[in-house]
């Protein structure tokens, strides 16, 4: 019989809470003062600044938080080359899929409803625009050339980093500094992977 895991259902529950703010929070800003949206209403709802506001301070800081508890105690229970390995599978191939397919239709809907440069078609933008192998049109309006981003994956992208630092910086030390059998995060390593990424 296989021993089940024990779970933290209250990691669990706080994740839900945090999804729902994430939903709450992007649903409200095209009601909301304080932020651009693919459809602003012309009525804004005030209150909604102050709970965007409180709600961004911590909401996303949040996750990562929690990620970050438990990469060490992971990275040490499968090791640095198999996390990685997973990491890439699970975050990098979905942020492979959005880049190439999902944040360019995004971004091209943008550019022929919010641009005034005629229209293109979606071929035309996802070479010379979004990838910027065309010439970079008159009176750009940004924020940047090319278009190419990653958009609302940027959280992905972010998690990808970071494991690939830390999982890199595991394998360059000894393992008495980065495999922590008794659950506890250092201050001293906490320090070192923020020096690392400044």
């Known amino acids: 019989m296989i021993k089940e895991r024990n779970r933290l259902y209250f990691i669990d529950n706080i994740k839900i809470a945090l999804i729902m703010l994430v939903v709450a929070h992007h649903a ?13 209403d012309d009525e804004s709802i005030n209150w909604l600044g ?63 409803n919010f641009r005034d440069y005629g229209p293109i078609s979606f071929f035309s933008y ?20 090319p278009d ?7 959280f992905l992208q972010h998690l990808l980093v970071y494991a690939v630092v830390y999982s ?9 500094s980065t495999h922590i059998s008794d659950g506890e995060i250092k201050v001293s390593q906490i320090l070192t992977l923020w020096l690392s990424l400044v």
Do not use: C, D
Not at 149 to 154: E, N
Not at 168 to 176: A, M
């Open 28 to 40: 409200g800003q095209a009601y909301g003062p304080g932020g651009w949206w693919y459809y602003l």
């Open 50 to 112: 102050k709970f965007f506001s409180v709600n961004a301070a911590f909401f996303m800081s949040m996750f990562f938080l929690l990620s970050a508890y438990f990469l060490p105690p992971s990275i040490a229970r499968k090791g640095p080359k198999l996390f990685l390995k997973e990491r890439f599978i699970r975050i990098g191939i979905p942020l492979l899929l959005g880049f190439l397919v999902m944040i360019p239709i995004l971004m091209y809907l943008y550019y022929i």
């Open 126 to 145: 996802y070479l010379n625009i979004f990838f910027g192998l065309g010439n970079q049109p008159a009176n750009w309006t940004g924020p940047s050339w």
């Open 148 to 154: 190419m981003q990653f958009g609302h994956l940027w």
């Open 168 to 176: 890199v910086w595991t394998i360059f030390t000894s393992k008495k």
